[in-house]
């Protein structure tokens, strides 16, 4: 259906809520060439409506060939009138890993590339076979708990800088490649998407060489409301002392057979945890397992103690692999996964746990926290001190709370969820996205992107 590659184009227009740029990310393949096509011909002469097109191609850097076919997607895109960047990824590659690698590379240096074009957002190609491969693969890994819960969402909110729109996700590769050929376009096809050692790959093969595509646990529809229901729970239930500590009274933490509370209390886990996933399925068996019995005592999982009394659940990091950080002047960086540590002086500070802090244990002693439990967590606190020695005077250093699930990248159905641990850590709201496809609390759609197909498989 090569009409339809353009209607999703203007369909997304459509469901903007006000004009703006738009970066589309085009490698030189045949989905990311078909969306910068359909979108240039959806603004055709709506210039004038405040809708403008802008490319970026990032050059990887992996193959001898990748700096030729970013320079031909910029010939391409020069015929077409169409403002176009590459950013190359310079310096060492990792030895392992590298596709996740490359994905964080790409999305860093497309937010770069959006900045320096004035584009409001990015719109990425993944089609439906790519929805598909991507739920195979989370499934596998035991992810139906947390984010791939219910495969891509339409909208991501990447590194709180810029949102990637997914206008593609209801179409298949066959229907972009269909599009291009009849106006006789050509792609690249990456050598690397051949390549059985890279996981997509493999499990690309053994979707084609199966007749039933893997079904998402949640349609997009149900992710927000789930998100919606865990924040509401969240607000009521959830008590943080000082970002180090969270409280959940003894009737609310052992009621883990409630999936969406289940699904909360563990979001809270992760971000004093400092982990930007939620814990494989064995793992979740064996902390309800742990809260289910309603017996005091304590547990350790994903780095954080589940720490179980008569008068409530409380939760804080183990103070163990707490790796020292220094920041120079002017930098930011990121503590134990939980804290961003921006240097305001002019001197490097060391950020270590501060093992026994009386500042630190009299601010939780006196906002609540049993006496013991409060020593038990300023272990894992952030101690800010000069790197050198023979440095004194003031430390001018801002430590915010990070929430690793969602800081990097926040999928679109879950922004209700992220809302409510954002502002349960002592920090704002995450930025609305630029298209009317938000949910609200009851996963009602207020507009946006069309679910084609099985809503099972597509979000």
Known sequence: MPEAVVAAARHLLRSFAKPCRILAAVSGGSDSKGLLLALHSAIGNRDREGFSLAACTIDHALRPESAGEAAAVAAFCAERGIPHLVRRWEGDKPRTGIQAAARQKRYELLADAAAALGADCVATGHTRDDQRETIAMRGARGEGEGPGGAGMASTMFYGHRVWVLRP???????????FLSAR???W???PSNANPLFERVRVRSELKASEEAPVA???AAQRAASSARAAALIETHVRVHETLVAEVAAAQAGNTSDADWRRALLSVAAVLGGRNHLPGHA?????SGFLQTGAPGRMTAGGVVYDRRPNGL??????RGLSALV???GETSVWDGRFNVTNGGQHPVAVTASQKDNQWDQRLIDSGLPPGVAKRAVRAAPHIAPAQADVVGSIRAKVECRIALYDTFLPGFDRTMADALALLF??????APPVHDVFDRNGEGLGGLPWQGDARTLC
């Open 314 to 319: 409380y939760l804080y990091r183990e103070a």
């Open 426 to 431: 002592g920090r704002e709201r995450y930025p």
């Open 283 to 287: 793992t979740i068996e064996r902390i």
């Open 184 to 186: 006789g376009v050509e």
């Open 217 to 219: 646990p949640w349609s």
């Open 327 to 329: 920041v120079d002047p």
């Open 168 to 178: 593609f996700l209801g179409l298949s590769r066959a229907d972009i490649r269909a």
């Open 188 to 190: 690249f096809d990456d």
